[in-house]
């Protein structure tokens, strides 16, 4: 089911991560792609991928991190690491071109809920907002599946609404409620979020990713050993520039 | 390079093996001085074995990641890698975190010299013993704190924290070095032993002139 999945989806386009703001401009990160000229507009928003990137893939060093949202590990390792080299210049500086990839795992209950919010987010260039929203409460809405209201906290009300409608058909729980089964809740077969989702996972699947979070470091294209755990900023750091001096 | 890691690894991996066959001789054998040899022998054997655990570990930490060339840039990288081994055991606060991971590789590579030299044996492998101890509590914390991390000892490929890591540590690591220094204790008790039988004749042969 899952290859199949991800055999239906469309192509992420590469000029969706080229499209990435690039080193100082004044857009923010994880904005979505502009629009390839010649191309309907309503195809183009249908088949809109969500931007879950910071930096210019152009960048040296590529860091592809696979998380669970309401895995605490993950956010340790966002609040200590990733957080900080976001706010750095290394991004920025197009030094570090850092990747998000969605890995929810079964036993987190609205792991994949949350998943499903920020590529909807990441579609109307809302994925840095509500990334870090989802970390920062991650306590509260892993109680309850509440994740909506942490969300719609995080943001003008106008923004949450455009996340909003790129929810429709996802059939998510209400909160409060324990879905039947993840499984159930996951395949909701009319969400078009879920494929960029698996789309993900199927590429965990081939590192393989064992636990969350997971990393691959890329440096001018040779691939360094796979990672897991988390680590804080002056250690991440250490080593990025450590690869920088090469 | 390459060939040393190999056969390095091949007797971290088998070492332990060639211990209990040699254990068992050493129980087989009736003769007091040719068990004496035969352990001997072991000890020889077993500072070897023992010491290729840690060079293992050590070359593992310090060797340039694949496709990258033999420099010290590039060992640069891997202490640096190997220092994010170490903060995701999140032990130490950052500062520690690098005194270690750049210490730790050194201690180990002077350790597995020392050890292959069977130079002070009674001194290098209880320290071994210790040292590998050391690992396994780091170890044992990690599981039970559910971190699900890369072990980081740098011997054969990752293997993750857990029951499987600390009985590999234990059985091929801990035991030969286990062994080592019960062996060179039995061995030095045995010394003195027969070092107070031959002079007790003089002794008693003293006493009677008087």
Not at chain 2, 33 to 56: D, E, M, N, P, T
Not at chain 2, 91 to 103: D, E
Request: aromatic residues 10%.
């Amino acid at each position: 089911m899952v290859l199949c999945l991800a055999a239906a989806v469309p192509a992420r386009p590469q000029a969706t991560s080229s499209s990435t703001p690039a080193a100082g401009s004044s857009k923010p990160a994880g904005t979505a792609a502009k629009k390839p000229t010649g191309t309907p507009a309503r195809a183009t928003a249908q088949l809109a991928a969500p931007v879950k990137s910071y930096g210019l893939s152009t960048a040296p060093i590529k860091m592809e991190v696979f998380t669970d949202y309401q895995c605490p590990s993950c956010r340790s390792l966002f609040e200590q690491a990733l957080r900080p080299l976001i706010q750095s210049d290394y991004i920025a500086q197009g030094k570090v071109y850092l990747v998000h990839h969605d890995f929810p795992l079964p036993m987190h209950m609205y792991g994949y809920q949350a998943a499903r919010w920020l590529n909807a987010a990441a579609r109307v260039g809302q994925f840095s907002t509500v990334e870090a929203a989802l970390y920062d409460n991650q306590n509260f809405w892993q109680v309850d599946g509440n994740i909506q209201k942490y969300i719609a906290s995080s943001m003008p009300a106008a923004d949450f609404k455009r996340i909003e409608s790129q929810m429709a058909g996802c059939q998510y729980q209400a909160p409060g409620t324990k879905p039947a089964s993840l499984t159930t809740a996951a395949q909701a077969p009319h969400c078009p979020l879920d494929a960029y989702i698996e789309q993900d996972r199927a590429l965990g699947m081939k590192i393989p990713v064992q636990s969350t979070p997971t990393y691959v470091i890329t440096y001018k294209g040779q691939k360094l050993p796979v990672g897991s755990g988390t680590m804080t900023w002056p250690i991440l750091k250490q080593f990025f520039d450590s690869l920088l001096s090469q | 390079m390459r060939v040393l890691g190999q056969i390095l690894l091949w007797l971290t991996d088998h070492g332990y093996q060639l211990l209990l066959v040699g254990v068992v001789v050493v129980l087989l054998v009736r003769n007091p001085q040719s068990r004496r040899k035969v352990v001997r022998a072991l000890l020889v054997l077993g500072g070897i074995i023992v010491g290729s655990v840690f060079l293992a570990a050590a070359y593992g930490k310090m060797k340039p990641p694949d496709g990258f060339p033999w420099s010290w840039a590039s060992m640069r990288i891997s202490l640096a890698w190997f220092a994010m081994q170490v903060d995701s055991y999140k032990l130490l606060a950052p500062s520690l975190v690098n005194a270690v991971a750049h210490f730790l590789p050194y201690f180990e590579l002077f350790l597995g010299v020392w050890l292959i030299t069977c130079i002070w044996q009674r001194f290098s492998a209880p320290i071994a013993a210790l040292a590998i101890c050391g690992f396994m509590i780091a170890i044992t914390t990690a599981y039970f704190r559910g971190l699900k991390i890369d072990c980081g000892c740098g011997i054969g490929p990752p293997e993750e924290v857990g029951p499987a890591a600390l009985l590999r540590d234990g059985l091929k690591f801990l035991l030969p070095a286990v062994l080592v220094t019960i062996g060179r204790y039995w061995l030095r008790r045995r010394s003195r032993a027969d070092a107070a039988l031959s002079a007790a004749p003089l002794i008693s042969s003293t006493q009677a002139t008087n």
